[in-house]
């Protein structure tokens, strides 16, 4: 880098760039006003524009009946981001599931707040041979029409190792198996019983918890979590694990 005026200049004297490199390359330019009737009717947003608006903006687009397939068609050309909205003042997230449904490509989470949406997130990216893309049919394909019902049974586990002192004695494991989908109902939370014999050696819960219907099998996410209780009852994560 040269100097000039006693700063170090960055940029480069002249530029070199291959053109079938730079042929394979798309800038994005950003429009103001998100997505409205008017773009999704007419047409007016061209291929290298992206729609950039919160996740409150892009809800309101979603609730009117029969939008979200016309959404879909209106991904296929084009592309939108959408991003946790002001009111996540210790940056929260929100639920991608939905807006991926409808085609979006790009939901922006705060990567600094580790939980259930991130986890989901990285759960669905991980697909695909973990290269970061995963193929828009698998979300947007007219599934939900195939309502699917979960069944899980919970059996043992072993050899448990506890996050807390030496000297204290590892006390009920636990098991919490969260559901994620779609829709608001596809929500489902079940517990194993409490047991106050089972220990981190052996614990066998051998349960089979309630079944639940879903109604989009491809766009629902298993979240397992392992835990234990310490001296005052409190429980105390172990490990998180989920699945689509």
Known sequence: NAKEGGR???????????????????????KQGGINEAKLSKGKMKYYNMASMTEKAM?????????????????????????????????GNFNPIPYWKA???IAALNIQTVGQYSRINRTL??????????????????SGDQPFV?????????????????KETFLQPHVCVRLFGEREEDGKEWNTSGNHRL????PIWNESLQPHVVTNRDLAFLEFTL???????DRISLAFSMVR
């Open 8 to 30: 170090v200049s960055h940029e480069p004297s002249n530029w070199s760039v291959a053109k079938e490199l730079s042929d394979l390359m798309v800038y994005c330019q950003t």
């Open 199 to 202: 220990n981190g050696l052996h």
């Open 150 to 166: 979960v069944k899980i049974q919970i059996l043992e586990a072993r050899q448990i190792s506890s996050v807390k002192p030496a």
């Open 59 to 91: 809800t309101k687009v979603l609730e009117p009946f029969g939008k979200k397939e016309r959404l879909i068609e209106y991904h296929k050309k084009v592309l939108s981001r959408i991003y946790p909205s002001g009111s996540h003042i210790l940056s």
């Open 227 to 233: 835990t234990e209780a310490n001296s005052l009852g």
């Open 103 to 105: 085609g979006v490509q």
């Open 125 to 142: 990216f991980r697909e695909n041979g973990n290269s970061g893309y995963v193929p828009r049919e698998s979300l947007t394909k007219k």
